[in-house]
């Protein structure tokens, strides 16, 4: 009995020290001022002959302090810059529904649908045009600041990557993992 009282009471300074050193590393969540969330992401990158670029603002409702919901607008661009064929762009179009919910002091699951036009140009000329959709699952983190806005980092799964239903809906995306950082107040 005196054995399981000392490790019974090793395990709960364990726990105690455990749960210090996680308070260190997650603050506490401050109280929104306002139920309205605004923000979005900005996109940009370069390689070899290849430019993307996208902007996705977003408006998201808090319907109590953990869950919010929304829904952000997304534009990309992108082009491959090739002398023997012509540059080719590539222009897309969407609007994503989402909801996260917040699980504990700025850890988040994230659930979108996302649905997005999409035309390419090659030589002043539309070679294609396609409707596409893509169901987004995962968690981020939110790191806020001491006025309530914060900034997300995402880890996202794309469940519609690889699976072609019938008709032209696909995924733009070249893999199924997508990582996002953004900005809200």
């Known amino acids: ?12 300074m364990l726990l105690g020290v455990a749960g ?19 923000g979005g992401g900005f996109g940009f990158g370069m390689s070899g002959n290849h430019l993307s670029l996208s902007v996705s603002p977003q408006i998201g409702y808090r319907v109590f302090n953990p869950w919010e919901v929304g829904v ?23 609007i994503a529904p989402y909801t996260n919910f917040q699980v504990y002091k700025g850890l988040f699951l994230h659930i979108e649908d996302e649905v997005m036009y999409g035309f390419v140009r090659l030589k002043h000329n539309t070679v294609s045009r396609n409707w ?17 806005s914060y900034v997300y980092f995402m880890l996202l799964y794309n469940l519609s990557w690889g699976v072609i239903p019938s008709g032209n809906w696909d995924t733009p995306y070249g893999s199924p993992i997508a990582l996002r950082v953004g900005y809200c107040f």
Not at 1 to 12: G, P, T, V, Y
Not at 135 to 143: E, H, K, L, T
């Open 132 to 148: 596409y959709n893509s169901v987004f699952v995962g968690g981020g983190y939110r790191q806020y600041s001491y006025t309530g």
């Open 72 to 94: 952000r607008t997304i534009y990309d661009l992108t082009c491959d810059f090739n002398r023997t064929l012509g540059t080719v762009y590539g222009h897309y179009f969407g």
């Open 1 to 12: 009995m005196k054995r399981f009282a000392i490790i019974a009471s090793f395990i709960l």
């Open 20 to 38: 210090k050193a996680s308070a260190q590393f997650l603050p506490d969540v401050p109280d929104m001022k306002g139920k309205m969330v605004y």
